[in-house]
Every structure is written in C-alpha cells, then in structure tokens.
C-alpha cells in the first residue's frame, strides 16, 4: 500500500524537529499520535526510518533514504496546492464565449480591453452567431443572449433591458408619409425581422396601451444588422432594438416612426450551463458584465432624454384586465430570473437580437 500524504508530513515534522514533542506541537497533534504515525509508516515500509533513544532521536540509514527521496515529493505538492488554489483565486485560461453577431460587434468587442486589463491571465474566445448554440455540446462557457429564454437547463443573469422602436429613414417618410397611427403602418413597406415566430405582428405599447397591428413588406432577414441597414436605405419602415439603432437614430440617418409606440421591452442574458463548481474565469467574467451592462445601458443613455425622451422601457402590460401573451410571457421570464435577488436563477436560453 503507498504511503499516505499525512505519513510523508509527520514524518518530515519530526526530522525536522528531531522530537515527537515539537513535531506534534506544529501539526496540533498528540507526541503518542505522531508516535503512533511514525511506527504505522515503518511497518508499511518494513523498515526501522528512526532510531529513538532517551537522550535523542536520529534517522537510520533507511531513514535519511527516505527522506531525502520523499523531500521533494513535499514540495511538489505544496507547489501543485498552491497553483491550484492561485488558479481558483484569479481568473486564467481561456473563456469561450458566444453573443449575436450585432451585438457582439458592437457591445461586446469594445468591452475587451477593460476586461483584458483588469484580468491579465484571462484570454477570450467569442464566436458571433444569431443560431442558438448548444453550450454544452459546443464547450462554451459562457452566452449572451437577448429575448425569450428557453432551455431550462441553462442558468441565467438578466443584465438589462433591450428596448425596441419603429424608425426609418427621413427620406422614406417624405416619399410615402409620416405614419400617424398604428394602423397607418399597414399603408407602408415594412421591414421584417424574421427572429419572432410571426414577425408580421407587431405588438406595441403606446398612451392607450398595447395595440397589434398585421404589417408586410418585401424585405426580410434575420439579421438585425441587415434590416437596420435596410431602413436606413430608406426601404421601409423597421422594428429597430436600440442597441443596434442607436448611432444612426444620433446621426439623424434614422428617425423615429410614433415616437410615442415601442415594442415591449425584452431583456440581455448572461447564460451558462451549471453554478455548481462555477470557475473562477466565468464568475469574473459574470460580474464584469454586469457592471458594464446595467440598467439603462450605455447605448439607452445616450438616446436618453434625446431620442427616447426619458422614458423607461414599457413593461409587458394587459388588455381588457387580461395580460397578452406575449406580457405573460415576459412577466413569467422576469419573475425567473429578475426577481429573485441576489445573482443568478435557473431559466433557459435563445439567441438572436429580439
């Protein structure tokens, strides 16, 4: 049978020491248990290690053996100990980590070299895809996604909200008009975002409260990015998520259509597979994010006041004393993740810029 860590120490202790006494007083154990330690590690080894006198203890030849042979074997371990323990404690290695393409380019990126500089030993593999990827099949630790959540074997952090207004380009509206109403949107070309299950519905919350309207139009994509674009082009009127909208609605190559009407607000997630054992990389890398992408985020803050007028995000909101759908849905996804504090709490996940 191998020796046991716990031999090699009292061992080590009490050459080190050349007394029971002193060996037992580091390790707080009793002289007759280090005794006791000693003897059990010489019958496993069939050999005398010490050579016990009144007047003192010294080390038989088998003894200074074995020590000499096992010192270093102390000293790997203490090493390996403290390189595990350094590797829990500071945030090293690399994070696979994968968002929508959008909001990757634009809002994930450019947080990299805070995070480089705040955590040296970390590097980060980001992959941008609107696809829902499996991050336990695929490896990834670490997802950011917007909208409806829905793997439940997934953890999520709700990081902030994703706000969603009509714009199109000044251009376009002097050609076709200025939509005065909702139901005005059904004379225009509307853009689709192909990332809702029935993207010709719009579902807007305005002063009256939430209307639906069925639109069309010839253009659409699944790419938040290419139906921005598109508006801009002054093809047609578009939902636009502020995150992606916001520099052109600055600019003014975008305005704002009913200004008053926004899409229900959805949320941005951190998911990850399991909070047992969560590495150090991936808690780091949780916290950072939140702090960077807090309510309001930094794209609403500049439209603040400006080209969202101060308002907050509408919240999911009932029609005739019954909640919509699409407000229970989202109520049911707050009331996952968001209202249960501190940190994170078991929801699903989808991906795309919703």
Known sequence: MATDTQELVVFHAVVRHASYAKAADELDLSPSGVSRIVTRLEARLGARLVQRTTRKLSLTEAGKTFHARTAQVLVDLAEAEAEVQDVTLTPRGKLRVTAPVVFGQLHVAPLLPELFARYPELSVDLSLSDRVVDLVDEGVDLALRIGTLADSRLIARRLCANRRVLVAAAQYLKKRGTPRTPSDLKAHECILFTGFTRPRDWHLIGPAGPVTVTVSGRLASNNIGVTTQAAADGLGITMGATLSVGPALLSGQLVRVLPEYEFEATAIFAVYPSARQLSTKVRA??????????????????????????????????RGGRATRTGRALRTARSMVVAAPPGPERAAAAGGES
């Open 285 to 318: 890398t949780l916290d950072f994010l939140s702090e960077q992408l807090r309510d309001p985020p930094s794209w609403d803050r500049k439209l603040l006041g400006h080209v969202l007028g101060g308002r907050a995000a509408p919240e999911p909101s009932k």
